[in-house]
């Protein structure tokens, strides 16, 4: 028996939140759960839109759903949301990420639908506004939480940090990860020779790979603040920046301005980050908030030690750092100093790279299609619906 499922997101963009949704999507309709993606396109990318419906998965707009924060428009998007529910009559509605996780769980409720579930591919409780904004949202997100059946974390460390702010029961609560597949990502990885040449790196620089859109969150200025100090230790540094966003001219006119834009590369967005990744020693994730992180899966599976922030659910993909180094948040100094550690030690290198190969499989996408397929099977034995 297959039911119908609606799932909700804001908008599709380039990024671990879209990504995971559709590959979730498309493993839950072979095992009997399927139905569209309602997002606003207005918010959306084309061509991540497209990629999503070239893969077989329906993708219908919400006109009114944004981004920001907006009475009336948060309002009209909710009303839509409704009605959309009145019409398809879903089993089960599937909310992603948080605007879309408050509005598609109040319409839920407000149309008695059976089943919710939310997942927020991370949290906004720390890393993106200031204590009023936060505090808003919290209570926003306690609220919601009444009205779900379960909440899908990315990590261990995802429930907890819910949990700790007064967010849901533990009952309602599974970690599911981000899926990577791994071992198309090896098959698909150059050697690392030619993964340098196409970027116009040096054969013997140690180079240095971040992956991310640019903004504040992701914390790339903190990894440009650092840079100095780790070229001055480790000369042959290269500090690859793999993606695009609104601080990109910030972040090259800081390094110009600490002396270092040398030995900054920036890729601009790329859909792929296979190449880049295959090209360095090393991966950061100087993150101030982080759900998972897809690319430092990415990173571990091709064996790169990784250097992240003890933010979010970091520590967790890196077992508190028995696959790399985890460094206090906003700390460009004790991001250099791993940076550094590992820079001069190809050995340490090299065996906290196989400890990460080993440990990525934890998060493949074979791993979170069966933990979301728990999920699925277990709520809907508890709600009767199979």
Known sequence: MSLR??????????????????????????????????????????EVVADARRRGVEVLDVPALGREAAPLRDL??????????RQLRPAIVHTHTSKAGFLGRLAARLARVPAVIHQPHGHVFYGYWGPGRTALYLALERLAARWTDRIVTLTERGIDEHLRRGIGRPAQFA?????????????????????????????????????GRFVPVKGFDLLVEALPRVVADVPATRLLLVGDGPERAGLEARATALGVAGRLHVTGAVRDVTAP???????????????????????????????GAAVGGIPAV???GECGRVVPPEDPAALAGALVGLGRDAALRARLGAAAVARAARF??????ERMLAVYDALARDKGLR
């Open 175 to 211: 970690w599911v990860p981000s899926g990577v597949d791994v071992q198309a990502l090896r098959r698909a990885a150059p050697p690392r020779d030619a993964a340098r040449r196409g970027l116009g790196l040096p054969a013997d620089a140690f180079v240095v790979a971040a992956c």
């Open 364 to 369: 493949s996408t074979e791993v979170a299609a």
């Open 318 to 320: 890196l077992g508190d």
């Open 277 to 307: 990744l295959a090209a360095a020693d090393v991966a950061a994730a100087p993150s101030r908030n982080e759900g998972m992180g897809r690319a430092i899966v990415e990173a571990m599976a091709l064996g790169l030690p990784v250097v």
């Open 76 to 85: 009209a998007a909710l009303v839509q949301l409704w009605r959309l529910i």
């Open 5 to 46: 499922v609606l799932h909700v997101i804001t908008r599709l963009t380039l990024g671990g939140s879209s990504e995971n949704t559709v590959a979730s999507m498309i493993a839950l309709a072979r095992a009997g759960y399927a139905g569209p993606l309602a997002a606003s396109l207005r918010e959306s990318e084309p």
